[in-house]
Structure formats: C-alpha cells, structure tokens
C-alpha cells in the first residue's frame, strides 16, 4: 500500500488521502472492519500506508462525510465504524437525489416512476404485513380537506406514505423512496395545488387505507397505483407552470 500512494503522490492524479480512504472504505463495505469496530490508531494507519498525520486525518473526515464512520473523544474514544442507520442513509441519498433534481438531471416522470416501483408493492406487501398499531397510525395520517389547508395537512399527507412503506416491513423500501418523496414534495409549492387536488388525495388515501384494513392486496396496489399517477399529473402541470418556455421535464 506504500508504494500505491508514493506512486498517487509521485504521479499526481489522486491525492493520497483518497488513496487512504479508499482503502478503508473497501474494508468497511467488504465486512473486514464491521460495525461498532474501532479503526487503528492515527501511528498505524500513517505506518500502513506510508503518509503523514494530516492525510490519514482527511481521510478520516472523508469517510465521516459518508457516515461510515465516527469519531468520539475521551480515555475510550477513538474512530469506529458506523452502525447503520436508516434516516441518516436516507438523509444523505436526499441529498443527491435533491442536486440532481436541482440540475435537471432527472425529470418528474422519473422521479414518479421511482415512486411507482417502489410504494405499489409496498402498499400490496403492507395489506399483508401490517399490525394493529400501524393502522391505527394510518387513521391518524388521514385529514380534512375541507379544512384550512397547511403544513399539518402536509406532514399528515407524508405520514400516511411513510407509515405504509414501514407496513411492508423492508427497511430498503423506506430508505429509497422517501428522499424521492421528500424532493418532490419540495421541489413543488403544495399551496399552489390545482383546485380539488387535497380531496383527491384524501379520497384516495382512505380507499388505500380501506383495502390494507382488509388484507386486500391486489386492490391496494391498484390503487396506490392510480393515486401516484394522479400526483404525477398534478406535480407535471405545476412543473410546466414553473418553466418560462413551458418546457416539460
């Protein structure tokens, strides 16, 4: 490994904390430091590798970057390999997923289709799977659209969504789709919504709701379906209101 980074040094093209890092990382992911395992002190990792305090510390701060690892101070501190954790993993693919979506990377129509190959199943999976108290959470996520229409309607309207994907009881589900959601639902001013839009939803949630209630599941994700298309259509024409030549993306 030595002679990896004197030759990235010599050459140019990669700094060496890259080289540090990448190497740690492969480490991390391919399961040789695990979770919860303390990383070799600063003397050993500059010895391994060749390179002196100030890049093994960037290093360091690259792979904090990534939430591969953290470090504590104290008698018993040091660098750790990071247990995952779900929010912050979806924290950070919000984040990339917001940049492209800024950059006009991706389009609405991608950013939906993500949606649809991810909370149709999870709404057929969650009729399946879901417990009592799950239920009872997405009865409360339900709202009046006949009321003042606000943030709480927009918390609840994300609630109901995010307690589904939990209902079909795989974490990935969770982890990949609600960044999209969050981007969407950011990226489109919900006060600007066509007029009936709140109804809409609101009829279409507790349709879903009355098929998870009744272990339907078929008919939940027929009609998960039919409800991300229609906020599709809905988060298009806003998209197209937003572009001074009336482009779509």
């Not at 953290?70 to 990339?96: K, Y």
């Not at 969650?126 to 996520?141: G, I, N, Y």
């Not at 927009?154 to 209902?167: D, P, Q, T």
């Not at 994700?221 to 009336?246: A, E, F, I, S, W």
């Amino acid at each position: 490994m030595k002679g990896v980074v004197a030759e990235v040094n010599k050459s140019g093209r990669r700094p060496a904390y890259e080289v540090v890092a990448d190497a740690l990382r492969a480490r991390i992911l391919e399961g040789e430091l695990t979770p919860g395992t303390r990383l070799p002190p600063d003397a050993e990792l500059r010895a391994e590798f060749g390179v002196g305090q100030s890049t093994v510390r960037e290093a360091i701060r690259s792979l904090e970057s990534g939430n591969l690892v953290h470090t504590t101070r104290g008698v018993t501190g040091g660098t750790f390999v990071s247990t995952p954790n779900i929010g912050r993993m979806s924290a950070h693919l919000e984040t990339g997923v917001t940049l492209l979506a800024a950059a006009d990377s991706v389009t609405v129509d991608q950013l939906m289709e993500v949606r649809q190959l991810t909370e149709v199943p999870a709404a057929g999976a969650a009729a399946f799977r879901h417990t009592e108290a799950q239920l009872s959470e997405l009865r409360a996520a339900l709202f009046d659209p006949t009321g003042a229409i606000g943030p709480e309607t927009y918390a609840s309207n994300h609630e109901f969504h995010r307690v589904l994907l939990r209902a079909a009881d795989n974490p990935l589900l969770d982890l990949v789709t609600v960044p999209v959601f969050r981007v969407l639902s950011s990226r489109f001013r919900r006060d600007t919504a066509p007029e009936g839009f709140w109804n809409c939803v609101d009829t279409d949630h507790r349709a879903i709701l009355a098929a998870v209630e009744q272990r339907d599941s078929m008919t939940a994700m027929t009609l998960m379906r039919r409800h991300l298309d229609h906020l599709g259509d809905v988060y298009k024409q806003m998209d197209l209101l937003k572009r001074p030549n009336g482009s779509p993306r």
